[in-house]
């Protein structure tokens, strides 16, 4: 049944995660009472998966709230038992009972004899309990325990501090000279000594446009250095008591860091690849890099006649050239890219080449009335098979990225009947106006294609298991589908056949295709090294040799995107995603690697080739996380992956 979060109460929220908590509880219990001789995989290992599912939905769909609820009390309740449900999933991953059960298992003859996601399932449940410190004394694997649970406590208060920062700059109209109006007019205001102020937040759809467009230096980089501060001290001191746990836990397991704890059950598989691989790049970059730079200090003496060039000033420059040298002015081409539109364009590229059909849902109980619902089905089918909501717009205290978020994982259920996924994307677009739509940015396009690919990874699943359902693959594998679909929004063919201008209906011109194609690479360098210096920061917080200190690191490792460090500023306090992509950002550039690949296939053939594209739903997407991340792309290409096509794409 779809989830009806239109009449969540802090009261009802609570009694459906204590619920499911309790119904776990029952289950594990008849699970770990059954006698040995009695033990098989069926009353073992799949009567587990059906005990955590409600659970895991409690996780999905009622912890959700604490991102996306405009209700306070309800958020509050969300956070708090968005906690309690992953301490709870600790305190059941360190159960001695279940952890006999599960040996117990693994100990009869048919276990020998499993296959496929089954023989799967029971490896990954095994090396979990190792990971967990099953093999430890009990006083050691008792400490690995409190830590994991401490880890749990100090992401939500990380996160949360993140999410309630409410930062920016109030400047008079004057100020934002190089602004076009109706951007200006989309602001806060706010009336003080006789003036109207304008509010430019730190919320992606006010401080990119500003960094890139705004003419005054001082006010660039006042709210780059506020967004610097995001989350405060106290997150500093989250995020080092945080990577001391994970040192803690790590060595107790007998590793030598968090990091090569991380990589164990990665595709990069041990430390020493990743660091390779981020070096690696970043000699193959240090040409691009420097030509960059040269661009952007002549684009630099171009304007004002300094050399001098800051971190605040890079997107400004950037954007210079863009308007100057390709003739791309970010606010002109989003005059051709109404949201509606790209909406429009992404449904039906995506329907046509996956072989789908998404129909909107009327009357869809949401947590918010700007919230859009559609439900999947095949091309031809009557009925459907998973649903998706689009939630787009910013607003207070709502999640300030953009993510997709697993509601209810797809699986098998008795019967050979299938569990509806659903997830969410939540976005925070510019919001329509009584003037103009919302027009997004083609950095915007690219995020809404992204965050959609993750969407199908996680509604397309046709995983048996829930373990490997949708974006359960690795984690440094999760986002090349993602970034293989951005791909599209750089086709020349496939933005004409959506991209209208808003006021006249007119196609966006084949010349200013030309020059965003022709603009791709410009900073390249640049941009890539920044994801470089993320990565590498955050595998340093967890490698051998890290003495505490996040913002000594961070002082030390931003030579690498090429600009001073802005002293007083500690970036990594805003950093949501080293809860979560801890020891594992490097991912981003990892995964990258893959997605451009599996590109190939579609560049050989035509983008809109719809055979290739529902072999890749096929052998990728619906395929989840019950293969490793090679053998899905290796599967796919017919061929060992390569890096070729990454660094092509970088102009390198």
């Not at 059960?101 to 693994?106: I, L, S, T, Y």
Request: proline share 5%; with cysteine.
């Amino acid at each position: 049944m779809p989830i009806d979060f239109a009449s969540l109460t802090p009261e009802n929220l609570a009694t459906a995660c204590e619920s499911a908590m309790r119904t776990c509880d029952e289950q594990v219990a008849r699970i770990a009472a059954i006698p040995a001789a009695e033990r098989t995989y069926a009353n073992t290992l799949l009567a587990l998966e059906e005990a955590i599912e409600p659970v895991s939905i409690a996780s999905g769909a009622y912890a959700f709230m604490a991102y996306v609820t405009p209700n306070d009390a309800l958020r509050e309740a969300a956070r708090e038992w968005d906690e309690k449900l992953d301490k709870y999933m600790v305190a059941l991953s360190f159960r001695e009972d279940l952890y006999n059960a599960v040996k117990e298992a693994a100990a009869k003859p048919e276990a020998a004899a499993l296959t496929g996601e089954d023989a799967r399932y029971l490896q990954f449940e095994l090396r979990d309990y190792r990971r967990n410190g099953f093999e430890l004394p009990p006083e050691e694997r008792a400490e690995v325990r409190s830590l994991f649970d401490r880890l749990v406590e100090l992401g939500t208060q990380f996160r949360n501090a993140i999410d309630d920062w409410d930062d920016g700059i109030d400047v008079l109209r004057d100020d934002l000279a190089g602004m076009p109006p109706s951007w200006i007019d989309s602001l806060k205001t706010v009336e003080a000594g006789g003036q109207t102020r304008y509010r430019v937040s730190l919320d992606y759809p006010e401080i990119q446009p500003f960094m890139a467009n705004a003419e005054r230096e001082d006010l660039r980089r006042e709210l780059f250095t506020k967004d610097q501060c995001k989350g405060g001290p106290e997150n500093v001191a989250r995020l080092e008591e945080a990577i001391a746990v994970r040192q803690r836990i790590a060595a107790l397991l007998g590793y030598d860091s968090w990091a090569a704890y991380v990589v164990e059950v990665r595709m990069a598989k041990r430390r020493q690849a990743v660091d390779e691989f981020l070096s690696d790049l970043r000699s193959k970059l240090a040409a691009k890099m420097a030509a960059d730079m040269d661009s952007l200090r002549a684009a630099r003496r171009e304007h004002s006649g300094g050399d001098e060039l800051n971190i605040w000033d890079w997107r400004f420059y950037h954007n210079r050239l863009l308007k100057t040298k390709f003739a791309v002015d970010e606010f002109e081409v989003a005059q051709y890219f109404p949201l509606d539109a790209c909406l429009d364009g992404l449904f039906r590229i995506t329907q046509d080449l996956l072989g789908l059909r998404y129909e909107p849902v009327s009357g869809a109980r949401t947590w918010h009335p700007d919230v859009r619902t559609f439900d999947i089905y095949d091309q031809g089918g009557a009925a459907p098979f998973a649903r998706f909501h689009m939630d787009l717009f910013p607003r207070p205290n709502k999640y300030s990225h953009a993510a997709a978020f697993t509601l209810r994982r797809g699986r098998e259920l008795s019967g050979g009947r299938y569990q509806q996924p659903e997830s969410a994307i939540v976005a925070n677009f510019t919001k329509p106006s009584a003037s103009q739509p919302s027009l997004l940015r083609h950095s915007e396009v690219i995020t809404l294609f992204h965050e959609f690919g993750h969407i199908l990874h996680q509604t397309l699943t046709r995983a048996r298991r829930a373990r490997f359902s949708g974006t359960s693959t690795e984690r440094d594998f999760v986002e090349a589908p993602s970034q293989m679909l951005e791909h599209w929004c750089w086709e020349p063919a496939v933005l004409q056949s959506f991209a209208r201008h808003h006021q006249t209906g007119e196609p966006l011109p084949g010349s200013l295709i030309e020059a965003m194609v022709a603009a791709k690479n410009l900073d390249s360098g640049v941009l890539t090294l920044r994801q470089l210096f993320f990565a590498t920061l955050d595998f340093a917080f967890h490698s051998p040799g890290f003495d505490g200190d996040s913002t000594k690191a961070v002082h030390e490792l931003h030579a690498i995107t090429g600009f001073p460090h802005i002293p007083g500023t500690h970036f990594q306090s805003g950093f949501g995603h080293l809860f979560g992509y801890d020891a594992g950002y490097y991912g981003y550039l990892w995964s990258h690697v893959f997605g451009d690949d599996m590109y190939t296939r579609f560049e050989k053939a035509g983008p809109l080739n719809p055979a290739i594209g529902r072999e890749y739903r096929q052998r990728v997407l619906e395929r989840g996380g019950s293969l490793d991340g090679d053998d899905l792309v290796r599967g796919f290409l017919g061929r060992e992956p390569d890096s070729g096509a990454f660094l092509r794409g970088l102009g390198l």
